[in-house]
């Protein structure tokens, strides 16, 4: 119930921006374009299973709708749709910090996850500066949903040859399960710098943190995991050209 009552405070931000805008400056300005960049992520498991940041591709449709400038704040809504390479790459270590070496590769052992996705963040946005010619500083939040496409597994080893006995963490259920639930949630946010000009367009730079309310296994008390939730780092770059402005003189 908790993370309905998040997600129902957010969708209230991003349905009220337009109907807040009758006490600003009025705006009505369209703008679609496209954004491409590196998605770093890990899963939150429960119990843990010690990881590094797995890195990947996401890029897709950016729509921002601009509707009024409250005071100094610009305010707009932000829809994407965004396809993304995600998953978990396991940090296979002894006691030591040392490599786990397979018996019967000699090699040491490794472990990634690689998952695509559909991700359809909605954002309300908040922009500080110049709307026309200049720069432009932003924050921008709201719900994020996640469509799986499919998976793929890099490992150095056979499940059946696993060596337990150097590990430091002994949890692989994750390594042989397949994904359980299909659609993923959750709450992103990102800061950026956004540059306009009037014939050439906005170009901007984010930094992004999305925190999955979701899980992507089953988490009843008979399953093994009691979280598997994701958490991504994003960094992309953004293109977006006027569909449609206000009439109004604006800098």
Known sequence: MKHIYIYSLFLTLIVGLPVHAQIGQYRSELAL????????????FMPEVPQLWHQGFTGGLTLRYTSEKYF???????????????????????????PVINPVTGTPETYERHQSYIQVPFFARLGWGRERKGFQFFFQAGPQVGFFLKEKTDMSFDINDINLAQRTSKIVAQDTKSVEHRIDYGISAGLGLEYS???AGHFMLEGRYY???GDIYANSKRDFFGRSNFANIVVKLTYLFDVHKSDQTIK
Do not use: F
Not at 33 to 43: C, E, I, T
């Open 33 to 44: 374009g496209g954004s491409a960049g590196l998605v770093m992520s890990q899963v939150g």
């Open 72 to 98: 100094s704040s610009i305010c707009a809504i932000v829809a994407e749709v965004n396809y993304a390479e995600i998953g978990w790459r396991e940090d296979i270590l002894t006691p030591t910090d040392q």
């Open 197 to 199: 000009h009037p014939k």
């Open 211 to 213: 925190y999955g309310l």
